[in-house]
């Protein structure tokens, strides 16, 4: 079984920083993409950023403000998000597609979610 444990949300101030950080574990022959959604209340859940080998993308909204990282050896991905703004309050969504052995597709895996609160 494989699971995703998000951490590092809360609440910060208009302008501050947070630095979310989502391991994965569990019975994992390879991961391939790993990413951050987020969904406000009221909307649909939108991709903020992914990262795989071949590189990143973001939405345009974060763009030079956010930044993905992964750390392959610890099967971890990180989101730091620096001049946050009213509108990145969300809860934030770790997703990895993820194999759990060579013979098997990989799946689309969600973490349960942290709350990032942006205050003015």
């Known amino acids: 079984q494989v699971q995703l444990v998000e951490s590092g949300g809360g609440l910060v101030q208009a302008g501050g920083s947070l630095r979310l950080s989502c391991a994965a574990s569990g019975s994992i022959f390879s991961i391939n993409a790993m990413g951050w959604y987020r969904q406000a209340p009221g909307k649909q859940r939108e991709l903020v950023a992914a990262i795989t080998s071949g590189g990143r993308n973001y939405a345009d909204s974060v763009k030079g403000r956010f930044t993905i990282s992964r750390d392959n050896a610890k099967n971890t991905v990180y989101l730091q998000m620096n001049s946050l703004k009213l509108e990145d309050t969300a809860v934030y969504y770790c997703?990895?597609?993820?194999?759990?052995?060579?013979?098997?597709?990989?799946?689309?895996?969600w973490g349960k979610g942290t709350l990032v609160t942006v205050s003015s």
């Open positions: 997703n990895a597609d993820i194999s759990i052995s060579q013979y098997r597709e990989p799946m689309d895996y």
